[in-house]
């Protein structure tokens, strides 16, 4: 992969990073679900998508000021890390990768049905598979093609709730051929709450789940040219977005329709262009929401696969997700997202009604965890850090932050209380408790493990080999290898694996430049153990190793031919190597060996300096 080592390469322009900001809370929720809202809570529904708004815009801001002061790969997942502990970042991450996968193969069905309405013949799974496999393809080729694309199907969207706004606002006001204002539709059918005050409330739990995406532009400007910028301006156009593209819509449906019409339910957009006698309303309507669940689908992988590449590079899923292609793309954690994906849509073709219906539900209050612990790490990381640094700040801090958590948790209480919603809030508890246990589970399998005994050396060795990567400049690695009395005519040899993982570097850098990431701090660690034991007079040589730790051993040691052999690694509840028993399996597969395992800290690189 091309670019300079150590510097960000950047795939989203501002441009892309703009419309995806924009775009990101417009889905087929609002092309179709808003139908649904208007039937179940009638005219008022505008309402409750105001105060959905208001909280999904408070939420935004919480996470902007953290973003802003702390800009991570990993977002959120991060803040929870940092406010509350491992644990929750833990949970916060595959919880959130766990949403999207399921989203992903939601959408892929959705937009097989859309796509049956004119090819009807054309099996369901199999338009889905297509528009799971052209999603992932888009997704693999580069990060850039993901932008356009984005951008594309993002201004579709746009373009289409403008051109609704602008004639029904015509239609409504009585600037439309033959029509004269008209706003009898708000109460001339059971008045403007029908169903009473108590039904906005209930009605929230399901509007705020087709609000949820404005979180996708924190993550995505992890890979644009000026992150901290990029995510200040995505949180303050969110309020614009919510305003006008949901209220505003919201409210010209119900006035245009009678809220009790079937029609709304069913096709709300099509049935109010039907109405204003545009031709072909249902032809049109059909392809922009097809636009807006390949929009959705398109970064849900997107946003999915860069999860788990967050994960890997925490330690927490396996290595090989940080993998990325010479495009910068981590091609293994997209394809892992695209089965996930696809064995979803397996579940719905075989057992709808009880496999998938089961991923739906377990994964239906996920959004609702994620922003309550988004607010909850912003109160948190507020108090414990003050405000003076801060560049974005949330607004009339604490008040509002409590305000806004106290709401998400009330939005989860309704969905207890509300029968059809219960089991989702369950299952979803039920996902959430799986996770954690997942978590306490693989740290008490870390304690518990014996640590295996060394073969200690007859001999004073004469050539020793070193295996190191974050500890590779580790005063406890340095030590031992004075300490362990070599011959003075002794030979070293350093090998450092070039793992993104271990060199700490897949945790601060997106996919587009952790390669030269990589090998820079890879380098640079070996440099400085070179330099550090010949200043002990030591005849040490060293290179960097392949990225799979036991590969690199493996390689030196046909090279090199110890007859010692040293590896230093994190200590135990924070190393990868350890979890994974590199120095037991090193010692089972060089049994002539003696292999000393030295446990180090290793020195920031402030320090190296």
């Not at 029509?179 to 739990?205: C, E, Q, R, W």
Request: glycine share 8%; with cysteine.
């Amino acid at each position: 992969m091309s670019g300079v080592p150590g510097k960000l390469e950047k795939g989203l322009n501002d441009r892309q990073l703009r419309m995806i900001a924009i775009g990101g809370v417009i889905g087929a929720g609002l092309f179709v679900g808003s139908g649904v809202a208007i039937r179940d809570i009638g005219p008022a529904a505008f309402i409750a998508y105001a105060i959905s708004g208001a909280v999904v815009i408070m939420v935004m801001r919480m996470l902007a000021e953290m973003a802003v002061a702390n800009p991570s790969t990993g977002s959120f997942a991060d803040y929870s890390r940092l406010a509350l502990g491992d644990w929750a970042g833990f949970s916060v991450g595959w919880l959130y990768w766990y949403f999207w996968v399921i989203i992903v193969g939601f959408e892929a069905i959705a937009g097989a049905k859309i796509v049956q309405y004119w090819l009807p013949g054309v099996p369901l799974w199999l338009c889905a598979l297509v528009l799971l496999i052209a999603m992932t393809a888009t997704n693999l080729f580069s990060v850039s093609s993901f932008g356009e694309f984005e951008f594309w199907f993002a201004g579709i969207k746009v373009a289409a709730i403008i051109v609704f706004l602008a004639l029904g606002s015509a239609f409504v006001f009585g600037l439309w051929p033959g029509k004269s204002m008209d706003f009898s539709n708000l109460t001339s059918h059971g008045g403007l709450m029908p169903y009473g005050a108590a039904a906005i409330t209930a009605g929230i739990v399901t509007v705020i789940f087709s609000m949820t995406g404005a979180e996708v532009a924190t993550i995505a400007a992890a890979e644009s040219q000026d992150p901290e910028r990029a995510v200040a301006k995505a949180a303050n156009s969110v309020i614009i977005r919510i305003a006008i593209f949901f209220v505003t819509s919201v409210f010209l449906l119900a006035t245009i329709l009678p809220w009790n019409d079937e029609s709304v339910s069913v096709s709300p957009f099509v049935a109010a262009f039907t109405e204003m006698g545009i031709p072909y309303a249902d032809h049109i309507m059909n392809a922009v929401v097809l636009t807006a669940v390949l929009s959705c689908l398109n970064s849900g992988m997107y946003t999915a696969s860069r999860m788990l590449f967050v994960l890997a590079a925490r330690r927490e899923a396996p290595a090989k997700l940080v993998n990325v292609t010479r495009r910068g793309v981590p091609a293994v954690a997209i394809l892992a997202s695209s089965v996930v994906g696809f064995l979803c849509v397996v579940a719905a073709a075989i057992s709808p009604e009880t496999v998938f219906a089961f991923l739906l539900n377990s994964s239906g209050a996920v959004i609702l965890f994620v922003y309550a612990l988004i607010g909850v790490s912003q109160i948190i990381l507020r108090f414990r850090s003050g405000s003076s640094h801060l560049r974005v700040r949330m607004w009339l801090f604490p008040v509002l932050s409590i305000v806004t958590v106290l709401a998400i948790l009330g939005v989860l209480l309704q969905m207890y209380l509300q029968k059809e919603s219960r089991s989702q809030l369950v299952l979803s508890l039920l996902s959430w408790a799986v996770v954690v246990g997942f978590y306490f589970l693989n740290k008490w399998y870390v304690a518990r493990r014996p640590v295996a005994e060394e073969v200690v050396g007859t001999a004073r060795p004469h050539r020793v080999l070193v295996m190191a990567n974050e500890t590779a400049n580790s005063a406890e690695l340095l030590d031992e290898l004075r300490r362990i009395g070599a011959d003075r005519e002794a030979k070293y040899f350093v090998t450092v694996p070039e793992s993104p993982i271990e060199t700490g570097v897949a945790a601060t850098h997106g996919p587009l430049d952790v390669r030269a990431a990589t090998q820079s701090a890879a380098q640079s660690r070996l440099d400085y153990t070179l330099t550090t034991l010949r200043a002990d007079d030591l005849d040490v040589d060293g290179a960097l190793g392949d990225y799979r730790p036991l590969r690199a051993l493996a390689e030196s040691v046909d090279d090199f031919h110890p007859d010692r052999i040293v590896i230093a690694t994190l200590p135990p509840d924070e190393s990868i190597w350890h979890r994974f028993d590199v120095v037991d399996r090193a010692r089972a597969e060089h049994p002539a060996v003696p292999v000393t395992h030295v446990v180090a800290t290793p020195v920031r690189q402030e320090e190296n300096a």
